[in-house]
């Protein structure tokens, strides 16, 4: 049969466009949490085997995202998040970064100790802003987008407890909501105290705290006090 050239071809209709279009965006948004949420990185195979998809449908969504500076392949082959997630989260919270800025810096020099604003992203304890000291011999640091699941921690316990009591929530959880404060030893890091002050989430918008990291028990025990006052002058910047 001998097709008459003059009759309309079929062409995909613009909803399955738009369809196809929002597959491979959710796709992509689903790989970059999967990798973001993963600090160790994945490899494309796990990449591919947890999001469900084909390698080689990984393989592009993976590189499109690392060409947007959101992860970032290193040379063991595996991906991670990159700064650009950090670009992004600096931008959402952009009010909170602004004035918890001069906060840190001074409250960072006055404790000599490396002070950071940590928010909840889903089950997670995100570091918003780290903050070191500018004088001492040494201090303790990490890196800011770092991550650590919201359980554990000084961090996470505050910022658990900046929220409504839940029945059956950790003991520890319940301890820092009633004292203002969280504080902890090894949980994220060997050898590391930490110190978090939980935020009104009233006046912040989001869970978040304050939070010290020290290798020195008496500094983070003694430095209480005057986390929670910077707690409260970053909470009076913000009304």
Do not use: W
């Not at 959710?26 to 195979?45: D, H, Q």
């Not at 009010?95 to 909840?120: H, K, M, N, Q």
């Not at 505050?158 to 902890?184: C, F, K, M």
């Amino acid at each position: 049969m001998i097709k008459n050239v003059n009759e309309p071809t079929t062409a995909p209709s613009p909803t399955a466009s738009r369809t196809a279009g929002s597959q491979t965006l959710a796709r992509g948004l689903e790989v970059l949490r999967l990798v973001a949420g993963t600090p160790a990185g994945l490899s494309i195979n796990e990449v591919a085997e947890h999001a469900g998809i084909h390698r080689t449908g990984a393989y592009r969504l993976l590189n499109t995202l690392c060409d947007a500076q959101l992860l970032h392949r290193g040379a063991d082959s595996r991906y991670r998040g990159a700064a650009g997630l950090l670009t992004l989260s600096a931008s959402a919270y952009h009010s909170l970064l602004a004035a918890a800025e001069p906060v840190l810096r001074r409250y960072a020099d006055e404790l000599g100790a490396t002070l950071a604003l940590i928010v909840r992203e889903g089950a997670e304890a995100i570091a918003l802003r780290v903050t070191a000291p500018t004088s001492g011999t040494y201090h303790v640091s990490f890196a800011e987008a770092s991550r650590h699941p919201l359980d554990l921690g000084a961090a996470g316990h505050a910022i658990l407890a900046s929220e409504p009591e839940n029945i059956g929530e950790d003991p520890r959880v319940t301890a820092a909501r009633t004292h203002g404060y969280a504080q902890t030893f090894g949980e994220v890091e060997p050898g590391m105290h930490g110190l978090a002050v939980p935020l009104a989430r009233d006046i912040c918008g989001v869970p978040a705290c304050l939070n010290l990291i020290t290798v020195r028990q008496d500094q983070a025990t003694s430095a209480v006090a005057v986390l929670q006052q910077a707690a409260r002058a970053l909470e009076g910047s913000l009304t």
